[in-house]
């Protein structure tokens, strides 16, 4: 590690980042006055060339919770109808996609990542052992609600604690492990058996000035720490957990149930990322 690098291991590292994720949690759910609204809102769309041609609602927000969970019109984006493909849970940027290597490492940015840490349980990570693993990226300016890859069942939902170091470039790169230190939720949907995807499982990987993260079918203003088994029926597509704040959806898919569609670059929820090469 250089010595710039460890500089800015060091700033992460002491910085006070649950206390801070706190205050910018009640700062976001906070009601504001419209004039204040308006002013931020215009800001931060100027700040990061944000369009809302493609949003329901384009101004009135209550608050900055609710603007940076907007919602999109119905159809602006189009869901592959192919039961067998695997579209991408979100707006943003695949930063990673190829093989869970064995002993279920999976790599992202030159770090061996652990996926019985990243999903919270390792008989559950066995079964992506030689599988696939998608890291997708939401900027500050992206959509910020995660959607079903495919259809199906969600099994279980696991909640576990964490930091909250940046997820960008710079924690990406200075802060060993980043993904498995932050708090993280992980989503198991059960698929179909005629789809031939078998059981994918979506981490929602929180961020600095995350607040907080809420899931379909676990009625709370956070997902509370543990393990939850909401059984709830989902079509490919459907909403299934929103980031109040940040951050980075990782996405498992069990081994030689698929064939990559696309490499690393822009994506947008219901885009294609995988399709199965088998059936059952």
Same mark, same amino acid.
């Given at each position: 590690?250089?010595?710039?690098?460890?500089?800015?291991?060091?700033?992460?590292?002491?910085?006070?980042? !649950?206390?801070?994720?706190?205050?910018?949690?009640?700062?976001? $759910?906070?009601?504001?006055?419209?004039?204040?609204?308006?002013?931020?809102?215009?800001?931060?769309?100027?700040?990061?060339?944000?369009?809302?041609?493609?949003? /329901?609602? &384009?101004?009135?927000?209550? +608050?900055?919770?609710?603007?940076? !969970?907007?919602?999109?019109?119905?159809?602006?984006?189009?869901?592959?109808?192919?039961?067998?493909?695997?579209?991408?849970?979100? @707006?943003? &940027?695949? $930063?990673? %996609?190829?093989?869970? #290597?064995?002993?279920?490492?999976?790599?992202?940015?030159?770090?061996?990542?652990?996926? @019985? =840490?990243?999903?919270? $349980? +390792?008989?559950?990570?066995?079964?992506?052992?030689?599988?696939?693993?998608?890291?997708?990226?939401?900027?500050?300016?992206?959509?910020?609600?995660?959607?079903?890859?495919?259809?199906?069942? /969600?099994?279980?939902?696991?909640?576990?604690?964490?930091?909250?170091?940046?997820?960008?470039?710079?924690?990406?790169?200075?802060?060993?492990?980043?993904?498995?230190?932050?708090? &993280?939720?992980? %989503?198991? /949907?059960?698929?179909?058996?005629?789809?031939?995807?078998?059981?994918?499982?979506?981490?929602?990987?929180?961020?600095?000035?995350?607040?907080?993260?809420?899931?379909?079918?676990? $009625?709370?203003?956070?997902?509370?720490?543990?393990?939850?088994?909401?059984?709830?029926?989902?079509?490919?597509?459907?909403?299934?957990?929103?980031?109040?704040?940040?951050? !980075?959806?990782?996405?498992?898919? #069990?081994?030689?149930?698929?064939?990559?569609?696309?490499? #690393?670059?822009?994506?947008?929820?219901?885009?294609?990322?995988?399709?199965? +090469?088998?059936? =059952?």
């Amino acid at each position: 590690m250089s010595a710039l690098s460890s500089v800015i291991a060091e700033l992460l590292r002491v910085w006070p980042k !649950t206390p801070i994720n706190r205050v910018m949690g009640k700062l976001a $759910d906070h009601r504001w006055n419209p004039v204040v609204g308006r002013a931020v809102v215009d800001l931060y769309t100027r700040a990061y060339g944000i369009s809302f041609e493609e949003c /329901i609602k &384009r101004e009135g927000w209550s +608050s900055f919770d609710e603007f940076f !969970t907007r919602t999109l019109r119905p159809g602006v984006r189009p869901i592959d109808p192919d039961p067998k493909v695997v579209v991408s849970p979100a @707006d943003g &940027r695949v $930063d990673a %996609i190829g093989r869970v #290597e064995p002993g279920r490492r999976f790599l992202v940015k030159g770090q061996a990542y652990s996926v @019985d =840490e990243l999903v919270g $349980d +390792s008989e559950e990570a066995a079964r992506y052992e030689g599988g696939g693993g998608c890291v997708v990226y939401l900027s500050p300016r992206d959509y910020h609600r995660v959607h079903a890859p495919a259809g199906g069942v /969600i099994r279980h939902v696991r909640s576990m604690p964490g930091e909250y170091y940046p997820v960008n470039e710079v924690g990406v790169t200075y802060v060993p492990k980043l993904f498995v230190r932050n708090r &993280r939720v992980s %989503i198991a /949907i059960d698929t179909p058996p005629e789809t031939g995807l078998g059981c994918i499982t979506v981490v929602m990987v929180a961020a600095l000035v995350v607040g907080r993260i809420t899931v379909a079918g676990i $009625d709370a203003h956070d997902v509370p720490l543990g393990l939850h088994k909401p059984g709830l029926p989902i079509a490919r597509g459907d909403e299934i957990g929103i980031f109040h704040l940040g951050s !980075t959806a990782v996405l498992f898919l #069990e081994p030689s149930a698929f064939a990559f569609l696309r490499g #690393e670059g822009p994506v947008l929820y219901g885009q294609s990322l995988a399709r199965a +090469s088998r059936t =059952e």
